[in-house]
């Protein structure tokens, strides 16, 4: 059985940082892109970053580019979002979700196969 499973949310004050994990079990997905995404209450779910399958390729959404980091542990079956700067608008439930075709660039969520319950994130002000 695949399984997603994300840890590390919490609540944290505005300028504060966390570490999100996800771990990923069932099946090999070292050939699978990682992402990372976030719906915010009343809101539509958005894209925040994703991974390629080697680790080397990254891209993230305006809003998050140069206060987060996506990374892949060496495994490629557990990928990290390290978030800074952490402003009152991240809050959210943050998902992360694996694809095998995902093609770079892509920041939609059609292409991703599996998908995580989410971990809540709330930054006071």
């Known amino acids: 059985q695949v399984q997603l499973v994300e840890s590390g949310g919490g609540l944290v004050q505005a300028g504060g940082s966390l570490r999100l994990s996800c771990a990923a079990s069932?099946?090999?997905?070292?050939?699978?892109?990682m992402g990372w995404f976030r719906q915010a209450p009343g809101k539509e779910r958005e894209f925040v970053a994703a991974?390629?399958?080697?680790?080397?390729?990254?891209y993230y959404a305006s809003s998050v580019k140069d206060r987060f980091t996506i990374s892949r542990g060496n495994a490629k079956n557990t990928v990290y979002l390290q978030m800074n700067s952490l402003k009152p608008e991240d809050t959210a439930v943050y998902y992360c979700?694996?694809?095998?075709?995902?093609?770079?660039?892509?920041?939609?969520?059609?292409?991703?196969?599996?998908w995580g319950q989410g971990t809540q994130v709330t930054v006071s002000s």
């Open positions: 979700a694996a694809g095998s075709g995902v093609p770079m660039g892509y920041t939609g969520g059609d292409e991703y196969d599996y």
């Open positions: 069932g099946r090999t997905f070292s050939s699978y892109a």
């Open positions: 991974i390629s399958w080697s680790g080397i390729s990254t």
